[in-house]
DNA sequence: TCATATTTAGCAAGCCGATTGCAAAAAGGA
DNA sequence: TCCTTTTTGCAATCGGCTTGCTAAATATGA
């Protein structure tokens, strides 16, 4: 066993416990910095934990404006900014332009998969690749913080289709 | 020896004899699709092959005007698309927006250790990587294309510069 | 070599996500 | 409650990426 893969699409809730802890970490966060608590700012931490997927910072706003539709585009961009401060938001850079976040809060580092068909991933877990952060740090004295590793390809799903159009010729 | 580690800063300049057959594979890619041969997309590869390093397209717009001030940015944009068409080069997103290219013609895939702090860059080659990359495809019946890995740190000079700035206090 | 058809070059404009200035509103300590 | 500090969110801006357009360059065929 190599891999501990997981679809994106899975239940990946955090219990409550875990949401209260991940807002406990937020306000110390705040406080350290001399910044306020608000409201918008615990809807859009209790939002981004209920998310599964990398969400851009637009698509995070569509889904806070439903619970409270006059939070605006900026305070969502700059809470983002803050939750990454504190080590409950990492952001991915896929190869669209577009930065995306996923919560890191009680999940170990992981990776994707993505097809650059539809855009679609997959979630994986490696412990090889630490390994090589970890090997290649040392070789060269670096001290390493993290690293980012995706893989590139057509899904299952985008290869069938593939086929049936070829065949229609 | 798990891997194979290069620095981006030695001489990796490419013979004239892969420089030629470089030139061949992009005239060829350019009557397969039917496009032109030009002065200008002659020197834009040509300066590109000359580089070691990752290269933005502004950065290698200014590098190419040393040897024809009037070529401008677009075309420099434009034929980086078509070299990376053909797999001369390839494009890398590091965390900062802005897209890099390197030339990828007779060099093995690689990947890169980032200082955050000064932004120097390290390349390393890792068969494991390439193995994690076939695995996880396999698992999940992906056919993989390719893999970006960055690993992110601070590098030997820059921990000794924190250093002495923490003695200064 | 020359004429003709096709593509290119590069300016300028547009696009889009990321970022910031600002004034009214909110938070929270006294 | 009052007052100071911070926040919010609109609107404007920034910056890298991309594209429309037309004069210029290239390739093709006679």
Same mark, same amino acid.
């Given at each position: ?21 991940? /807002? ?13 608590? &608000? ?7 209790? &939002? ?9 910072? /637009? ?7 439903? $619970? ?5 585009? &900026? ?33 170990? $580092? ?6 650059? /068909? ?7 877990? $490696?412990?090889?690749? /630490? ?39």
């Amino acid at each position: 066993m190599t891999t501990l893969p997981k679809r994106v699409d899975d239940n990946t809730a955090l219990s409550n416990e875990s949401i209260r802890e991940a /807002e406990e970490i937020f306000n110390s966060h705040l406080k350290r910095v001399g910044l306020k608590h &608000t409201e918008q700012r615990d809807a859009i931490l209790r &939002t981004f934990l209920e998310t599964h997927e990398h969400l851009s910072t /637009e698509e995070l706003h569509r889904l806070v404006k439903r $619970s409270d539709p006059r939070i605006g585009f &900026t305070t969502v961009y700059r809470t983002l900014k803050l939750l990454a401060e504190c080590g409950l938001a990492s952001g991915v850079a896929f190869h669209d332009g577009v930065t995306r976040y996923e919560h890191q809060y009680n999940r170990r $580092s992981h990776h994707h998969m993505v097809c650059t /068909e539809c855009g679609s991933s997959v979630e994986f877990f $490696s412990p090889e690749i /630490e390994k090589v952060e970890r090997d290649i740090g040392q070789k060269h004295h670096y001290v390493t913080t993290r690293n980012t590793f995706q893989v590139y390809g057509i899904c299952e799903r985008c290869q069938k289709k593939k086929h049936i159009k070829r065949e229609l010729h």
